[in-house]
């Protein structure tokens, strides 16, 4: 019976301890959560064989001396340093688990853990402390126990170090985040010069240029290319940086203060700032190299940059693609409403991506022409565009009273097989095709012209309600200036002397085509 109540007396003892005594370290009610995992009677208990808690029961360490970052060779040692300890501070909160080189940490052989650190919930475990000297990262060695505590901290059981000058190193990454704002992606929080504050990322500090990939923004109407200041501290461009591209003219600089990128913007434009323009069934890229130099004397330049942006090919890509599109333009001001840009352009394909270039489109009598408009700026989630009518003259007059309608009141002619409205009214494009003709007589040319509107979808319906009970008679009211012209078109193997500006000449009377499509008595009826 006394034998039992002498047992009762130690473990109320130990828990009594367990509950009262710690020497540095905080409280931590959730400890009992992950285990207890006490130490009894082992060296820098309270009073052996009583039990603790080593995660309540440590020396603090605060001395950022011990960071590897540290080269300072003071050889200071640790012999005589004993006990369950925690590192905490500007230094790192954990030891260094990889091989350090010698004299870092204020010692001539630094001290770093072999192995891994456990993870909350695992039992206390033995490590190996290495000491790098003579070319050997493992040239001393020393037992180290380690705890996972509740809180992200680990605690260790050192003994010493086995000779001197022998420390037991941190790691700095390890340092708790002190910064005051956040930093960027490129960045991580570092201790510098004295103060916390942002620091560019170590992984970032490479001369592999083949590796970088350039930040790059391949806009509707702009290319914009930056490189970030971290990536040019790489290379070691501390100084004032000069970004051009391969026309000079286009150049940017990064300040010296607070400026964290260079930048360059081109036009997404053929020849622009030196872009090379590449084109295949699917897509338009742009390439260019973006030149990099320390001062504004420019004797060698430092880095060169390709860099490339790959836009699907659509109407309006094709159009910025082409060098000289046969296109029109036209400025729409609506009150209230803000400002419009149309534009207008012939295409070779159904597609609508390839435009006809130069000043004259030449086609044969079989073939279909491709006609397309655009909404390029302005509020195209509300307006849409509408083409109201679309007609041909055989002269650049858009009131010739000789018209030919390929739309009329915003619906096909339904006379004409060969005219396939695509779209129109229900975004913003209009798009219809129509095989190529000529006009009756002695005219070699053909002009096209189309009326457009900005259907307001909020107040008006606008996608046109087109049947074949049309009245062909029914009258047009055009407005000239709402209206797009484009040409001249001509047939292949017109005499090139036989008309000038769509007036015909004698040659061109006394000459008469093998194929008249459109006769004018039939552009007179519709």
């Known amino acids: 019976m006394a034998g039992s109540s002498i047992l009762w007396l130690a473990v109320a003892s130990c828990l009594l301890t367990l509950a009262s005594a710690e020497q540095e370290g905080p409280r931590n009610p959730t400890a009992n959560l992950y285990g207890l995992d006490l130490e009894c009677g082992a060296p820098g208990a309270p009073e052996p064989p009583l039990c603790f808690d080593p995660c309540q029961n440590y020396t603090r360490l605060d001395d950022p001396s011990r960071s590897t970052e540290n080269t300072e060779k003071a050889r200071k040692c640790d012999r005589d340093l004993h006990g369950w300890v925690r590192f905490v501070g500007e230094g790192g909160v954990r030891m260094v688990d990889t091989c350090v080189p010698a004299y870092r940490c204020q010692a001539d052989a630094p001290m770093w853990l072999n192995g891994t650190h456990p993870v909350l919930g695992e039992s206390t475990v033995t490590r190996t402390a290495c000491a790098h000297w003579s070319g050997n990262c493992c040239f001393w060695k020393a037992e180290v126990r380690v705890k996972a505590c509740p809180g992200g901290y680990h605690v260790y059981q050192l003994n010493g170090s086995p000779s001197c000058n022998l420390r037991y190193c941190t790691d700095p990454s390890t340092v708790e985040d002190r910064c005051e704002k956040t930093c960027r992606p490129e960045e991580e929080c570092g201790f510098v010069n004295g103060t916390w504050g942002c620091v560019c990322r170590q992984n970032l500090n490479s001369t592999d240029v083949q590796s970088w990939q350039p930040q790059l923004d391949c806009g509707d109407k702009e290319i914009t290319v930056s490189l970030d200041r971290c990536q040019l501290e790489g290379l070691g461009f501390t100084d004032q940086v000069i970004a051009y591209l391969r026309d000079r003219e286009c150049t940017s600089t990064l300040p010296k203060e607070d400026g964290n990128q260079v930048s360059v913007t081109s036009p997404a434009q053929a020849h622009a700032c030196g872009n090379i323009l590449e084109r295949n069934s699917t897509h338009a890229v742009y390439k260019n190299t973006l030149s990099l130099v320390s001062d504004f004397i420019i004797r060698d330049t430092k880095l060169n940059i390709n860099f490339q942006c790959a836009y699907p090919l659509d109407m309006e890509v094709g159009l910025q693609a082409a060098l000289q599109p046969i296109v029109s333009t036209m400025n729409i001001s609506l009150d209230g409403e803000g400002e419009f840009t149309v534009r207008m352009a012939l295409f070779q394909d159904q597609n609508y991506t390839l435009p006809y270039e130069g000043a004259t489109a030449v086609l044969s009598v079989e073939t279909m022409l491709y006609v397309g408009a655009i909404l390029e700026r302005g509020d195209t989630s509300r307006f849409n565009l509408l083409l109201r009518n679309c007609y041909a003259t055989p002269t650049r007059d858009k009131e010739d009273p000789v018209?030919?309608?390929?739309?009329?009141?915003?619906?096909?002619?339904?006379?004409?097989?060969?005219?396939?409205?695509?779209?129109?009214?229900?975004?913003?494009?209009?798009?219809?095709?129509?095989?190529?003709?000529?006009?009756?007589?002695?005219?070699?040319?053909?002009?096209?012209?189309?009326?457009?509107?900005?259907?307001?979808?909020?107040?008006?319906?606008?996608?046109?309600?087109?049947?074949?009970?049309?009245?062909?008679?029914?009258?047009?009211?055009?407005?000239?200036?709402?209206?797009?012209?484009?040409?001249?078109?001509?047939?292949?193997?017109?005499?090139?002397?036989?008309?000038?500006?769509?007036?015909?000449?004698?040659?061109?009377?006394?000459?008469?085509?093998?194929?008249?499509?459109?006769?004018?008595?039939?552009?007179?009826?519709?």
């Open 403 to 526: 018209k030919y309608f390929i739309i009329k009141n915003s619906c096909p002619n339904q006379r004409d097989s060969t005219i396939f409205v695509e779209e129109n009214g229900v975004s913003s494009k209009g798009r219809f095709s129509v095989q190529m003709f000529m006009f009756a007589g002695n005219y070699d040319l053909v002009f096209l012209h189309c009326e457009v509107h900005l259907c307001d979808t909020l107040h008006e319906r606008c996608e046109p309600s087109c049947s074949r009970s049309q009245v062909r008679s029914e009258a047009v009211a055009i407005d000239p200036a709402l209206v797009l012209d484009l040409g001249p078109i001509a047939r292949t193997g017109a005499a090139p002397g036989g008309v000038v500006n769509g007036t015909p000449s004698t040659a061109g009377f006394l000459m008469a085509w093998p194929v008249l499509l459109l006769p004018v008595l039939l552009a007179q009826l519709f």
